[in-house]
T-cell receptor, first 115, second 113 residues
Framework: AQSVTQLGSHVSVSEGALVLLRCNYS??????LFWYVQYPNQGLQLLLK??????LVKGINGFEAEFKKSETSFHLTKPSAHMSDAAEYFC?????????????FGKGTLLTVNP | KAGVTQTPRYLIKTRGQQVTLSCSPI?????VSWYQQTPGQGLQFLFE???????NKGNFPGRFSGRQFSNSRSEMNVSTLELGDSALYLC????????????FGPGTRLTVT
């Protein structure tokens, strides 16, 4: 079975600082990988996804993530945090073969941005 | 283009009752997935429907069921509610469900008392 581990349930950064949210997955075959963001009382919004090809993926709102097969990681970064980035972030994987309708999510990381 | 809509947004039920939640996908999307989100278990896959057929199901008891209509709208039903069913229920739609981006609705917050 696939699993996703997000290191750190809560990350706090200062405005303008680097954001680094960690995600590791376990899968016998490299899956498709996703980062979603959830603002309070809202659903999930896709930030970025990796399917095949370039391992450095750029997403919305200045976020990017790099797929590292050897480390089974897909960490999310943003060079400079903004107050509006405060939200909960979820890493997710889909089964090999790309059946995106069945996502396995990590437990989430709550990002706090301090002024 | 309108997004995924879910009704109702908030619901309070009593243990033992049953509840039906509704999800209207983005126009043209034929796949609808349902997820349960709780503080303890996080986001868990319930089931997915495509063209009125359930294609996959998560590890939930039979009290959780769903269906999809010919217009792709989907409902999920929970019978004999338990306190542990209190959660945010999210649905997501996509064009085909495979290799396609999922768009999530705002969710239905179910509270069981």
């Amino acid at each position: 079975a696939q699993s996703v581990t997000q290191l750190g349930s809560h990350v706090s950064v200062s405005e303008g600082a680097l954001v680094l949210l960690r995600c590791n997955y376990s899968s016998s075959v490299p899956p498709y990988l996703f980062w979603y963001v959830q603002y309070p009382n809202q659903g999930l919004q896709l930030l970025l996804k990796y399917t095949t090809g370039a391992t450095l993926v750029k997403g919305i709102n200045g976020f990017e993530a790099e797929f590292k097969k050897s480390e089974t990681s897909f960490h999310l970064t943003k060079p400079s945090a903004h107050m509006s980035d405060a939200a909960e972030y979820f890493c997710a994987v889909s089964p090999p073969g790309g059946s995106n309708y069945k996502l396995t999510f990590g437990k989430g990381t709550l990002l706090t941005v301090n002024p | 283009k309108a997004g995924v809509t879910q009704t109702p947004r908030y619901l309070i039920k009593t243990r033992g009752q049953q509840v039906t939640l509704s999800c209207s996908p983005i126009s043209g999307h034929r796949s609808v997935s349902w997820y349960q989100q709780t503080p303890g278990q996080g986001l868990q896959f319930l089931f997915e429907y495509f063209s009125e057929t359930q294609r996959n199901k998560g590890n939930f008891p039979g009290r959780f069921s769903g269906r999809q209509f010919s217009n792709s709208r989907s409902e999920m039903n929970v019978s004999t509610l338990e306190l542990g069913d209190s959660a945010l229920y999210l649905c997501a739609s996509s064009w085909s469900g495979t290799d396609a981006e999922q768009y999530f609705g705002p969710g239905t917050r179910l509270t069981v008392t």
